[in-house]
């Protein structure tokens, strides 16, 4: 179906079939289960609840499904560097993009901030009790989902990780070093959303965006 979509709207048969494929495992519905765990808990603040009701997926036009296919393409290779296995380099890369866009995010940002939190360990846990690819601490559990939810699941983190940066962004204003801050802990100082810009200028920035970092940080 979604094929044939993309042929009426002009892309040729075989490109259609082949960002056909690739924009299924992107589009990949939350289950149930994940949607109960990120909008029915009676303690989740109001304004978290505000940032969550509003990370839902729209369509998507031919033009941003290709969109997605470069990025992935752009992507891949920077991330063997810190995951070998392709298809976990590949299953990665397509949450990441996935859980970043639910929430309003660069996906490039996202993989900034995984690579300076846990430099894509899924079983990394800090001495602070940090824990999995986006450093969640355990008492998000109580505020966005399950007692049962393990953030050494990697899918499940990135789902935490998105949401939560996405809720402080929405707190600042957009002002993203200040989100970033209040994301490490270190609200009023500068050093981690520095490290994270560094990363995203040096291994994340895709042509075109050089002035992301003074866009942030204004």
């Known amino acids: 179906m979604a094929a044939a979509l993309l042929v009426a709207a002009g892309l040729p048969p075989a490109l259609a079939n082949e960002?056909?494929?690739f924009t299924s495992a992107?589009?990949?519905a939350p289950s149930m289960e994940q949607r109960r765990a990120v909008r029915t808990l009676p303690e989740i603040p109001a304004s978290l609840r505000t940032t969550l009701n509003a990370s839902l997926e729209s369509p998507r036009s031919p033009a941003e499904i290709w969109a997605a296919?470069?990025?992935f393409n752009d992507m891949e290779p920077r991330l063997t560097r810190f995951v070998k296995d392709p298809a976990r380099r590949t299953e990665l890369l397509h949450r990441a993009y996935h859980e970043a866009r639910l929430a309003g995010l660069p996906p490039e940002l996202v993989l900034a901030v995984i690579q300076v939190e846990s430099a894509f360990q899924a079983e990394a846990v800090s001495s602070a009790g940090a824990v999995g690819l986006m450093q969640i601490m355990p008492f998000w559990i109580r505020e966005l989902g399950l007692p049962a939810d393990d953030l050494k699941d990697p899918w499940?983190?990135?789902r935490y990780g998105c949401t939560i940066l996405a809720h402080y962004l929405a707190v600042e204003r957009g002002?993203?070093?200040r989100a970033l801050a209040?994301?490490?802990g270190s609200l009023g100082q500068t050093w981690y959303p520095e490290r994270v810009m560094r990363a995203w200028q040096r291994h994340w920035r895709q042509?075109?965006?050089?002035g992301s970092r003074a866009a942030a940080q204004r």
């Open 19 to 21: 960002v056909g494929t």
């Open 26 to 28: 992107l589009q990949a």
């Open 69 to 71: 296919r470069q990025w």
């Open 156 to 158: 499940r983190n990135l």
């Open 175 to 177: 002002d993203l070093t």
């Open 182 to 184: 209040r994301y490490n």
């Open 207 to 210: 042509p075109g965006e050089g």
